[in-house]
RNA sequence: GCGCCCGUAGCUCAGUUGGAUAGAGCGCCAGGUUGCGGACCUGGAGGUCGCACGUUCGAGUCGUGCCGGGCGCGCCA
């Protein structure tokens, strides 16, 4: 419809141009905009193409406005009204029917109503996550989890072919003190070594002791601290007894370690609703020669150079502030040489786009790879970040006290359990939570608002009961023995006050938001959308005195019926983009 | 010190490739209404869009410089 009103716009101005002596054809086109205007006093849609030509015609651009509302007329039916406002925007006003036609294609098209073939089914790549198996997810990941999960949602909807991908990097230390931490408490717990004291644990200048009453402390430095180490031991310790006390920590208790872990990370991410495609790893980039290849292909193309016994990027040659070490003196890989190795991989795959999803930490490392994956003589275009900033958590607007120090963190797992005097977080809030903000910026969860039950509270719940309700009056309908209106038979004719013509305005909008939310990688524009569709739709329902659905006249009843219906749609599809149930009853 | 991000109502935040009188939720004030499904409806107060210059017919949006906050600036992981 509004393709339709742009295509006619295009050819007024074409015929104004023409008439003003201006360039004819497209090339004389400008850049104009039609958009619905904030103000429902503007009109259903807002063009100012007079005033970007007023300039280069050098008229007055309501005189060019005026001029381009005569050519268009009524634009075949479509335009009802049109007015010149302001300094020089035309207003339009369209005919009812185009609204009422409007209604009849939400209906029809159903589920696929607000998605496209923008994407022409090309391959888009999304990695998210990808945090290293060496504790549970915290609440910052999950905010990652839910962004990645919905743009790739947003992806599929605009016809790309989407997949989602969890990279992690099992080749460097970590994952050995790892190993060497559960190691540490397997021999505390057989009494053959003794616990780090607590202090020196959360004081890094403290001493650290070799042996403590007599036994040795084999607790790294650097290990982690988190109960689930000692229950990964304690399970190792049911299933082999004290057989394992001569194996290296590198061995069966990080192979243990990783793979509980990374369970119990799938497990997390199940409850959420995301689900990934595929896992992939540093250690298989190492196996299959594809971290030497690149190494060798950067040093065939001039972008490295050795010092101090390291190999180093030449990235300042690339125009960033310094060079980085790609291998370390020692002879072991920084991280920074499997990415681009990685990405090169992705791109190998044939993906046209690549998105990755990252913590604010990681804002200085794209650009390297980045730099990197040029040098290769590849597309560096192709790679995308996303980076999000962190997530604080409050309640009735104070902080609560999340330590990023050792293991102290608030995990996924624990917001959606609760606590014996806190209920859980339901994943679906958890959801719409996270989306809520653009990437950019800082996400305050609020502990309280999110378990909040209450659905005129809650945000979340909110959109979920104005989905439900659709059903309710569905429910009532039938047990009266009225029949929900096919879209062929829908009579919108009979929808005529103004909150309906607003509800019906706004339900038409919900492709392009589904469209800028995608270029924008930006999902929380869906959330914002629905936010306004429901806070549209449950007030009109709640005010039945004005507006009984279910009325006596029969046409008027179908006609709004259809209106619940058109609703309905919306808002289970928006749903469906931020990966959130639509129930039928709440 | 350098790089990236953020600064919008009391709070948490939206604001479409630069558009008209800057919006939403929560909170606050006044009045009305009472449940097709569970407190909703109407109105109101509340803003130098961090500050200052600049570009433009037009700037919350673009540019430059300051101020304030976050993250990052290792042969770490």
């Given at each position: 419809?509004?393709e339709?009103?742009?295509?006619?716009?295009?050819?007024?101005?074409?015929?104004?141009?023409?008439?003003?002596?201006g360039?004819?054809?497209?090339?004389?086109?400008?850049?104009?905009?039609?958009?619905?205007?904030?103000?429902?006093?503007?009109?259903?849609?807002?063009?100012?193409?007079?005033?970007?030509?007023?300039?280069?015609?050098?008229?007055?651009?309501?005189?060019?406005?005026?001029?381009?509302?005569?050519?268009?007329?009524?634009?075949?039916?479509?335009?009802?009204?049109?007015?010149?406002?302001?300094?020089?925007?035309?207003?339009?006003?369209?005919?009812?029917?185009?609204?009422?036609?409007?209604?009849?294609?939400?209906?029809?098209?159903?589920?696929?109503?607000?998605?496209?073939?923008?994407g022409?089914?090309?391959?888009?790549?999304?990695?998210?996550?990808?945090?290293?198996?060496?504790?549970?997810?915290?609440?910052?990941?999950?905010?990652q989890?839910?962004?990645?999960?919905?743009?790739?949602?947003?992806?599929?909807?605009?016809?790309?072919?989407?997949?989602?991908?969890?990279?992690?990097?099992?080749?460097?230390r970590?994952?050995r003190?790892?190993?060497?931490?559960?190691?540490?408490?397997?021999?505390?717990?057989?009494?053959?070594?003794?616990?780090?004291?607590?202090?020196?644990?959360?004081?890094?200048?403290?001493?650290?002791?070799?042996?403590?009453?007599?036994?040795?402390?084999?607790?790294?430095?650097?290990?982690?601290?988190?109960?689930?180490?000692?229950?990964?031991?304690?399970?190792?310790r049911?299933?082999?007894?004290?057989?394992?006390?001569?194996?290296?920590?590198?061995?069966?208790?990080?192979?243990?370690?990783?793979?509980?872990?990374?369970?119990?990370?799938?497990?997390?991410?199940?409850?959420?609703?995301?689900?990934?495609?595929?896992?992939?790893?540093?250690?298989?980039?190492?196996?299959?020669?594809?971290?030497?290849?690149?190494?060798?292909?950067?040093?065939?193309?001039?972008?490295?150079?050795?010092?101090?016994?390291?190999?180093?990027?030449?990235?300042?040659?690339l125009?960033?502030?310094?060079d980085?070490?790609?291998?370390?003196?020692?002879?072991?890989s920084?991280?920074?040489?499997?990415?681009?190795?990685?990405?090169?991989?992705?791109?190998?795959?044939?993906?046209?786009?690549?998105?990755?999803v990252?913590?604010?930490?990681?804002?200085?490392?794209?650009?390297?790879v980045?730099?990197?994956?040029?040098?290769?003589?590849?597309?560096?275009?192709?790679?995308?970040f996303?980076?999000?900033?962190?997530?604080?958590?409050?309640?009735?607007?104070?902080?609560?006290?999340?330590?990023?120090?050792?293991?102290?963190?608030?995990?996924?797992?624990?917001?959606?359990?609760?606590?014996?005097?806190?209920?859980?977080?339901?994943?679906?809030?958890?959801?719409?939570?996270?989306?809520?903000?653009?990437?950019?910026?800082?996400?305050?969860?609020?502990?309280?608002?999110?378990?909040?039950?209450?659905?005129?509270?809650?945000?979340?719940?909110?959109?979920q009961?104005?989905?439900?309700?659709?059903?309710?009056?569905?429910?009532?309908?039938?047990?009266?023995?009225?029949?929900?209106?096919a879209a062929?038979?829908?009579?919108?004719?009979?929808?005529?006050?103004?909150?309906?013509?607003?509800l019906?305005?706004?339900?038409?909008?919900f492709?392009?938001?589904?469209?800028?939310?995608?270029?924008?990688?930006?999902?929380?524009?869906?959330?914002?959308?629905?936010?306004?569709?429901?806070?549209?739709?449950?007030?009109?329902?709640?005010?039945?005195?004005?507006?009984?659905?279910?009325?006596?006249?029969?046409?008027?009843?179908?006609?709004?019926l259809?209106?619940?219906?058109?609703?309905?749609?919306?808002?289970?599809?928006?749903?469906?983009?931020?990966?959130?149930?639509?129930?039928?009853r709440?």
């Amino acid at each position: 419809m509004r393709e339709q009103l742009i295509r006619a716009i295009e050819a007024a101005l074409a015929r104004l141009l023409a008439e003003s002596g201006g360039q004819p054809g497209a090339a004389g086109l400008p850049d104009f905009a039609v958009e619905a205007p904030r103000q429902a006093a503007h009109g259903d849609f807002a063009c100012n193409a007079a005033l970007l030509l007023a300039k280069r015609l050098g008229r007055p651009p309501r005189e060019l406005a005026a001029g381009l509302i005569e050519h268009l007329g009524d634009a075949g039916g479509l335009v009802a009204r049109a007015e010149v406002a302001g300094p020089g925007f035309v207003n339009l006003w369209l005919a009812g029917r185009n609204w009422h036609g409007l209604l009849q294609r939400i209906l029809s098209e159903g589920p696929s109503y607000g998605r496209s073939q923008a994407g022409g089914g090309r391959p888009v790549q999304v990695e998210f996550v990808s945090a290293n198996p060496t504790g549970p997810l915290s609440v910052g990941h999950g905010r990652q989890a839910i962004l990645g999960d919905c743009l790739a949602r947003l992806f599929e909807a605009t016809g790309w072919k989407v997949q989602r991908e969890y990279y992690f990097n099992d080749a460097g230390r970590q994952m050995r003190v790892l190993g060497e931490s559960v190691r540490a408490r397997y021999l505390e717990q057989l009494g053959r070594a003794a616990p780090p004291p607590q202090q020196a644990l959360d004081n890094d200048s403290l001493p650290w002791p070799e042996t403590l009453d007599g036994l040795p402390v084999h607790f790294p430095r650097d290990g982690y601290q988190g109960d689930y180490i000692g229950e990964i031991a304690a399970e190792l310790r049911a299933q082999h007894g004290g057989a394992l006390t001569a194996e290296p920590g590198d061995g069966i208790f990080r192979r243990e370690a990783q793979a509980r872990i990374f369970g119990e990370i799938r497990a997390t991410l199940e409850r959420l609703g995301v689900h990934f495609d595929r896992f992939s790893n540093e250690q298989a980039l190492y196996a299959e020669g594809c971290v030497e290849a690149v190494l060798d292909d950067l040093r065939a193309a001039g972008r490295v150079r050795q010092e101090d016994g390291a190999t180093w990027l030449c990235s300042t040659a690339l125009g960033l502030p310094r060079d980085r070490v790609l291998v370390k003196s020692g002879g072991e890989s920084t991280y920074l040489l499997p990415d681009i190795a990685y990405h090169r991989e992705k791109l190998r795959r044939g993906f046209e786009l690549v998105v990755d999803v990252q913590g604010a930490d990681h804002k200085d490392q794209g650009p390297y790879v980045k730099a990197g994956i040029a040098a290769l003589g590849l597309d560096a275009a192709r790679i995308e970040f996303l980076f999000h900033e962190f997530v604080t958590l409050s309640t009735g607007g104070k902080a609560v006290k999340q330590s990023t120090r050792r293991a102290s963190f608030v995990t996924i797992d624990e917001l959606l359990e609760g606590g014996p005097d806190s209920p859980g977080v339901s994943p679906d809030a958890f959801r719409f939570f996270m989306v809520q903000r653009r990437a950019g910026s800082h996400l305050d969860f609020d502990l309280g608002l999110a378990r909040e039950t209450d659905w005129t509270r809650n945000p979340a719940f909110y959109l979920q009961y104005a989905h439900a309700r659709t059903h309710g009056i569905e429910r009532q309908a039938r047990e009266r023995g009225i029949a929900m209106p096919a879209a062929d038979e829908l009579q919108a004719g009979h929808l005529s006050l103004p909150e309906e013509l607003e509800l019906i305005r706004k339900l038409g909008e919900f492709p392009e938001v589904v469209e800028r939310a995608a270029a924008a990688r930006a999902p929380h524009h869906v959330a914002y959308y629905l936010r306004e569709v429901a806070g549209l739709w449950n007030p009109y329902v709640q005010d039945a005195a004005r507006h009984r659905v279910l009325g006596d006249d029969a046409a008027q009843r179908s006609a709004r019926l259809g209106l619940t219906l058109a609703v309905r749609t919306v808002l289970a599809n928006g749903l469906g983009l931020l990966g959130m149930g639509a129930p039928e009853r709440m």
